[in-house]
């Protein structure tokens, strides 16, 4: 069974996650400041459950949730910790109810942390950073049930060997609540899926296989042996990601991302497999429910 997954916003829904920025929040006086979060978070907890319910209806089994749903939330000077919010309680208890639905409706949810989280960073102050945004993201998918915190593995500086090594260290900083959703995605430039094998397999950290990013940037894997180890790594539904090129596999940028996913881009060792894949996309919605579409008629096609 596969299980297709919206990442983080919708193009033609009007379901909206509000954000604010350090600057616009420190022109203002704290308790106000705290206010206007506080009514942000509430209004990006009515927004999440508002897109699980769409997924529901629309059969689209997992939705990655933005990073900044709790706006600014890890920023040096402008942060802070849910219990200083007014409302922080009904805030949680919001979130609290996406969790709910979700599993009622056997719906998925993941979070995907933007770039700047980079654990083998040679930079200590961009290690510590990346270690509070896990953590954050972590509080929040107690919350809902997410399962997925999926980073990059991060840069090379020169020696692939150690970068990975230093990732490695860095993953013994993390809480248990981290440690247990955390997973690793293989990239377009550096770390191919068979670079990040061995410390998956050695640190029990599921590999998120996007293959998008492995026809960029090949290793000695084929698709279908990158598929199925990258399936053992994980204790539950895997989960990976698909994508189609802007301009073709020809074009001059192959990384760069289409509106829609291409029939043809989607592997057939996948097709039978339990599998949750994150489509992205930038229609979003539209593109999801295309692809669940064309999946249906091709896999109907394939049955005649």
């Known amino acids: 069974m596969i299980r297709l997954g919206l990442c983080c916003i919708f193009r033609d829904e009007p379901i909206k996650f509000s954000t604010t920025t350090a600057a616009a929040i420190g022109r203002m006086a704290r308790p106000l400041a705290l206010v206007k979060l506080s009514a942000l978070c509430s209004a990006n907890a009515d927004a999440l459950l508002a897109a699980l319910k769409f997924c529901a209806k629309h059969g689209i089994g997992c939705f990655r949730v933005n990073s900044q749903i709790l706006p600014i939330k890890t920023h040096p000077t402008a942060g802070y910790d849910i219990g200083d919010l007014p409302d922080s309680d009904a805030i ?172 043809k881009d989607f592997p057939d060792c996948w097709r039978h497999q339990k599998l949750t894949i994150e489509v992205e996309a930038k229609a979003k919605e539209l593109a999801v429910m295309r692809l669940k579409n064309d999946l249906k008629k091709s896999n109907t096609k394939k049955t005649r």
């Open 92 to 263: 949680v208890e919001r979130f609290r109810e996406c969790k709910t639905f979700a599993e009622q409706h056997h719906l998925r949810t993941c979070f995907h942390p933007d770039q700047f989280v980079v654990l083998n960073s040679q930079r200590p102050e961009v290690v510590e950073a990346s270690i509070r945004e896990l953590e954050y993201q972590a509080e929040v998918a107690e919350w809902i049930g997410a399962d997925v915190i999926n980073i990059h593995g991060g840069g090379a500086f020169g020696d692939k060997a150690k970068a990975i090594a230093d990732f490695a260290k860095s993953l013994d900083r993390l809480s248990s609540r981290v440690r247990d959703r955390l997973t690793v995605e293989n990239d377009d430039k550096i770390f191919a899926p068979a670079d990040l094998l061995p410390v998956c397999r050695a640190a029990g950290i599921p590999l998120v296989y996007d293959v998008h990013h492995h026809r960029c940037h090949r290793d000695e894997l084929s698709e279908s042996a990158a598929t199925e180890q990258a399936i053992e790594t994980w204790n539950r539904e895997p989960l990976f990601h698909i994508s189609s090129p802007l301009e073709g596999w020809s074009g001059p940028k192959p990384a760069r991302h289409h509106d829609f996913i291409d029939i």
